[in-house]
């Protein structure tokens, strides 16, 4: 074996435990929440039919099976420029990269920031696919508090007494993966002072942006801080932008908008990692985001609302004094805080061999291992029968509990 050979770093790579409960979706009588992802029975498939068989027709297969540039399909980053635009954020092609996925960006993006020993600033909890991104570049994990009143100096000598600098702050500022919460305006702004007085950069992590059902949206990070420079070029603030939880998890497209050197970084860094993303990918996810992205969209905020007021009044109806949860205003998720005593992964172990139920412990989240009184609940996939059932035996499980 050649374990023994391997860098430092796998040592803290490790298996997801939400791609690993994924494979309970296929086990029968099972009720889960377990997964973040979009309900297929609502993906466009006429849209991406017809997109898929015009990329290939005789006039446009020659581009789509080719080679293309690692900054991406020059009418996509248009698209994504002028969708930017209506979010604050007007932009040139020039100052958008397309990934493979905005996981690829993270990756990318630990990988451009961080070496040994370096401070990463992220929530306590946060995404878990960040944290694994991340792992790789072996830095140190510092809790990013905006409702706290910690010292930009003393982020700077903690990150120094380890070795290192606070290289970037990483968060998701709209309903966040695993909270479901958001970041009001005037934390985004703290943010903003902090990374200024940091000099470091801020990772937007927007996945979940337009999934809003309810409440007035607030300004991304990088729309307010351009609002204060007037040039992106200026900016610290780097959006990670995506299409999996809008049009297609299954195509694997993201984007990055950023100052024009950082996307000339990413650039040298896409083309040493897999050159550029499937051409055809994004000749169809282009065609399909301009004909349709705006009612599609439209058409998830209705049914992803409807459940999460359906599992928010089964929440209500069936969880013991002591419970409690996020009300979140859009993304796919409820977090759900237990007494101290009561422990996710333990509760799942049983949840899965006594009520057919599953979801994700909280724990993996943090960075420092805590948390092992929560877990994260989605609700995207689920019908209002099977959030109804699934939340009752959770209920009934967690009552026998305590």
Not at 126 to 131: D, E, H, N, P, V
Not at 177 to 185: A, F, S
Not at 211 to 228: K, M, N, S, T
Request: aromatic share 8%; proline share 5%; with cysteine.
């Amino acid at each position: 074996m050649v374990e023994h050979m391997m860098a430092s770093r796998m040592a803290g790579m490790k298996a997801s435990e939400i791609r690993e409960l994924l494979k309970l979706l296929d086990q029968p009588g099972i009720i889960s929440f377990a997964g973040g992802i979009p309900d297929p029975a609502l993906f466009p498939t006429a849209d991406f039919a017809e997109a898929t068989a015009e990329a290939l027709s005789d006039a446009n297969c020659a581009q789509a099976l080719q080679y293309s540039v690692s900054e991406g399909y020059l009418p996509l980053r248009r698209w994504i420029a002028l969708h930017m635009a209506g979010l604050g954020i007007p932009c040139a092609p020039d100052q958008v990269m397309i990934t493979s996925g905005s996981q690829q960006a993270l990756d990318y993006l630990g990988k451009m920031f961080l070496s040994p020993g370096d401070t990463a600033l992220v929530g306590w909890p946060t995404y878990l696919g960040a944290l694994a991104a991340f792992n790789a570049y072996e830095p140190y994990y510092e809790q990013l508090n905006l409702n706290g009143n910690r010292a930009a100096e003393d982020y700077r000598a903690a990150a120094q007494a380890t070795g290192g600098l606070v290289k970037f702050a990483y968060l998701s500022a709209d309903f966040s993966n695993p909270t479901g919460e958001t970041v009001d305006r005037a934390g985004r702004e703290r943010l903003l002072a902090l990374a200024e007085e940091l000099d470091c950069p801020i990772l937007e992590d927007a996945a979940y942006q337009a999934l809003r059902y309810d409440g007035a949206p607030v300004p991304p990070i990088l729309a307010l801080e351009l609002a204060q420079k007037r040039d992106l070029d200026s900016c610290r603030t780097i959006y990670c932008g995506s299409f999996s939880k809008t049009l297609s998890p299954g195509l694997r497209l993201g984007w990055v908008v950023a100052a024009r050197p950082v996307i000339s970084k990413l650039v040298l860094l896409k083309q040493a990692s897999d050159l550029h993303t499937a051409t055809l990918n994004q000749m169809v996810v282009c065609a399909v985001a301009e004909r349709a992205f705006d009612s599609h969209v439209a058409r998830l905020r209705t049914v992803y609302g409807r459940r999460r007021d359906r599992m928010l009044a089964a929440l209500a109806e069936h969880m013991p004094e002591g419970v409690t949860w996020t009300r979140p205003e859009g993304g796919m998720f409820i977090w759900v805080t237990l007494p101290p005593h009561l422990d996710g992964a333990t509760l799942l172990a049983q949840a899965i061999d006594t009520a057919k139920l599953a979801f994700v412990p909280g724990q993996a989240f943090f960075a420092d291992g805590s948390g092992g009184n929560t877990l994260r609940l989605a609700f995207s996939c689920a019908d209002e029968a099977a959030t109804d059932e699934g939340i009752r035996r959770l209920g009934v499980l967690l009552r026998a509990q305590m």
